[in-house]
Every structure is written in C-alpha cells, then in structure tokens.
C-alpha cells in the first residue's frame, strides 16, 4: 500500500512563486525524485507518492506548516491504495491510490477543507477525517511564526526547545511559547494516532 498527495496551493498568487518554489523543492527532496516521486504542475498543483503510509500526516503537516509560514495555505488529499501503473511522470501513474487521491480531492473546495484522507475503508476515513477537521480549526489560523515552529520541530524531533531556539534566533521563552500557540503536542498525537491506525488498515 501507498499513499498519493494531491494538493494545490490556496491564493498562490498572493506570493510570487520565485519566493518560494526552491524552498519547496528543498522541502521535497528527502521524499524521493522529481518527477517520478513527485511533481509540481501547472505552477500551484504538486502530487507525491508516500511509500511509506505511515508518514503521510507527518509529511502532510509539514508541507502545511511551509505554507503557513509564508503566509500561504495547500489543499491535500490523501489517497491510500496501490500503484498499477509506473510511469516517468507521478502525474502519468495510476492505481487505486491515485483514483483515491483525485477523487477527494475534487471535493475539497466545496467540503471547505484544506486535509482529508480516503482509504477506501468507511470506518477508517470517517474517524480520521472528523479528527483532521477539529486539527485544522487551529492549523488553518497558524501564524508565520508558529508555522515556522511547527517546520523545524518536524524536521529535527530530536532538538530541544533550546536548540530550535538556536535555528530560529529566538529564546527558550519565546520556543515554548510558540510552540503552545501551535498546539503541536495535538500535532504530535494526532500523528502518533493516525501511525497506529494505518497499521490497522494495511492488516
């Protein structure tokens, strides 16, 4: 099994995309190769394959968190399945996972929601779509700072508040300050819970 993300990016034409397009690139390389692991189209539209359905929130809340940052904001659709199809371009694949992801997403703009997962499994799907949507009452009101936060707790689990201060140029005070502003320690347990959960549906 595996996950596609399928996402577009919200009013990307508030920001000038030479600002943030490297970044993104940069923020992508770990997860595979351009364009066979993923692919950004049409200027604002990327789609990723997640070989590992286990990371598809952490990897989800990170691209969010980029955002975020630059006072921006991504549609996501998470489709869980298989890859029939491998083509050179992600965007040229197919599988069930693929058809998953696409067809979610399609609805997201008229749900009004910005993350939601769709596994093929009814019970699966309504239980973490209703814990994404309370997640993103507060994830969608992240602020520049907080986002930033939340970017390098993801990307450096190991550094203390202290350390991410050091990355930030800020204090301790000022890192656990944001970081209870970015309620991340619901961040970490909704990422924990969805880890234990897909044991479940790959079982």
């Keep these: 099994m595996i ?9 990307s034409r508030k920001v000038v995309s030479k600002k943030w397009m490297d970044d993104l690139k940069t923020l992508f390389q770990p997860f595979g190769k351009s364009p066979n692991d993923w692919e950004i189209y049409r200027g604002d539209e990327f789609q990723m394959e997640i070989k590992n359905p286990e990371d598809a929130f952490l990897i989800a809340f990170q691209i969010k968190a980029f955002f975020r940052s630059i006072h921006l904001d991504v549609r996501i659709s998470l489709g869980f399945g298989d890859k029939t199809y491998k083509a050179r371009k992600i ?3 197919n599988g069930s996972a693929f058809i998953r992801s696409g067809e979610l997403f399609e609805t997201l703009k008229k749900q009004k929601l910005n993350l939601a997962v769709n596994s093929g499994n009814e019970a699966f799907d309504e239980e973490l779509n209703l814990m994404l949507k309370l997640s993103l009452s ?3 009101n992240w602020l520049q700072q907080s986002a ?3 970017l390098v707790a993801i990307q450096n689990p190991t550094l203390s508040q202290e350390e991410i201060g050091v990355k930030l140029g800020i204090n301790q005070a000022a890192v656990s300050r944001r970081q209870k502003r970015s309620n991340y320690e619901l961040v970490q347990q909704l990422e924990q819970y969805f880890r234990k959960k897909v044991q479940t549906l790959e079982a």
């Design 3 to 11: 996950v596609i993300l399928t996402a577009d990016i919200i009013n």
């Design 91 to 93: 965007t040229e694949s």
């Design 138 to 140: 507060f994830m969608d």
């Design 148 to 150: 930033e936060f939340v």
